[in-house]
């Protein structure tokens, strides 16, 4: 029989696909600043909660609870008042000298204690950063709006000992002015807060100088005595009113104590310490948004 011509058989069939490289993004890539601040905001949620379980979660541990909120600037301010106050007389000459201290003690003990956790939030839940995929500044928003939620009690108490203890100050309008002054203290503690816990993350040594280095901040802030004592110094006089601590101090007493309208001086360098501990803060945590959870 002649030969039959057989037809070819039929090769593998190829699909070409085309992808959009834009579209693939690696897993724990940095987003671009502004998506990753919109990240953060679908964040706040969690932050919030974060923040509230863990007011009540570092309370039940103590017999008194919540009331160490208060006791722990209560018993500071007596001990300072009778170190500085009694011993070494620096209340001398200052108007209302227990209720100067009372509110140089809370506010400064509410940016040192929010900057030190802050600086710590990475560190200290390295195993949540290595599980999961979330923004990391969340960390140390959640530990500065914690700090915010502890220190309200710690704020009323402070309001009542200022009209309970002579001479007692009365309330004035001016009081008003204490609300913007604490949302910019918080927004510079979150901003010193992120550059702090970046440098923690990198060099956790880091953590043994800031313990030391706000020591140094209280004595610096004018917590214990006034600044009219340097007078004939104008170097000093213009480092202390350059302290962005300092002038929180100094606004709060102008608003609290003594009746006045704070120098408007006072106002701009808080404002600009401000704008730029946020800035500056949020660029340099953001940037190493990638090496959190990885770096030794």
Known sequence: ????????????????????????????????????????????????????????????????????????????????????????????????????????????RFTSSAITSGARSITNNRAVVRAFQFPRATLPLAVNVRELLVQIPAFITMFVLILVIPP??????????????????VLFNVGLSLLLARWVTKHTDIVNLISFGTR?????????????RFEGNPVVMSIMELNPMFCVLDI?????????WPDPQRWIVLGAWTVVMLVVGMLVFWRAEETYGVEN
């Open 252 to 260: 709060a007493r102008d608003c609290l104590l003594y009746n006045t």
């Open 216 to 228: 140094i901040w209280l004595y610096l802030s004018a917590v214990f005595f006034s600044l009219d």
């Open 168 to 185: 007692f100050e009365p309330i004035t309008w001016k009081w008003l002015m204490f609300v913007p002054l604490v949302a910019l203290q």
């Open 1 to 108: 029989m002649p030969p039959v011509d057989q037809a070819p058989e039929a090769g593998p069939t190829v699909r070409t696909i085309s992808l959009e490289r834009g579209e693939l993004v690696r897993v724990g890539a940095r987003p671009p600043i502004l998506e990753y601040l919109r990240q953060l905001w679908k964040y706040r949620s969690f932050i919030m909660f974060d923040s509230q379980s863990r007011v009540s979660g570092d309370n039940n541990e103590n017999t008194l609870g919540r009331l160490w909120l208060v006791l722990n600037p209560i018993l500071n301010g007596a001990t300072y008042y009778f170190v500085f106050g009694l011993l070494l007389g620096t209340g001398r000459g200052i108007e209302n000298f227990i209720a100067y201290l009372i509110i140089g003690v809370f506010m400064f």
